[in-house]
């Protein structure tokens, strides 16, 4: 007898078991399958349609904020430029006679390369000069030949640019065949 019941548990037990599992299993099925779709399709409407409101709206004042960065870069690099031209002009020495020619062509050499370089951080100083305007006018940023926004990143890289890295590449191609001949 002990037998007889130990095989009616496990029958019941294996059909109990059956059962479950299968109802376990249509439910699985069912339920996640609509449920999934339901959350896929939530999923696709509703962060896409966000996504693109947060963009826009994290992007123009992290934009503004990263553009007024950049203002407090060139003015601060315009002063410098300025105290170092100020600096360079006080010290400069005027016609010196060395007793050698050596020591006096040397001297000439370093004077004119240091008015070289100066003559390029008055060009620089120019460019700094118009950015800012352009900051101020709201016309920073965007490119002067296409008219497309400038990408952060290369107005991070250059904060002196007007042209965006399609249209400059393109003037440098340019360039090089007009060289190149």
Known sequence: MPKKTTAKKATSS????????????????????????????QKRSAPASSKKKTTKKISTPRRERTIQQIKQSLLSQREALLKEAEETLNSLPGEINFPDMGDQATAETDRNFMLRLRDRERMLLKKIEETIERIDNGGY???????NEI??????????TTYCIDCKTRQEEEERIAEGG
């Open 14 to 41: 294996t059909k109990k078991a059956t059962k479950s599992s299968k109802k376990g299993t249509m439910s699985k099925i069912k339920k996640p399958t609509k449920t999934a779709n339901k959350v896929k399709t």
């Open 141 to 147: 940023g965007i490119c002067d030949e296409c008219g």
């Open 151 to 160: 990408g952060i990143k290369r107005l991070e890289a250059r904060p002196v």
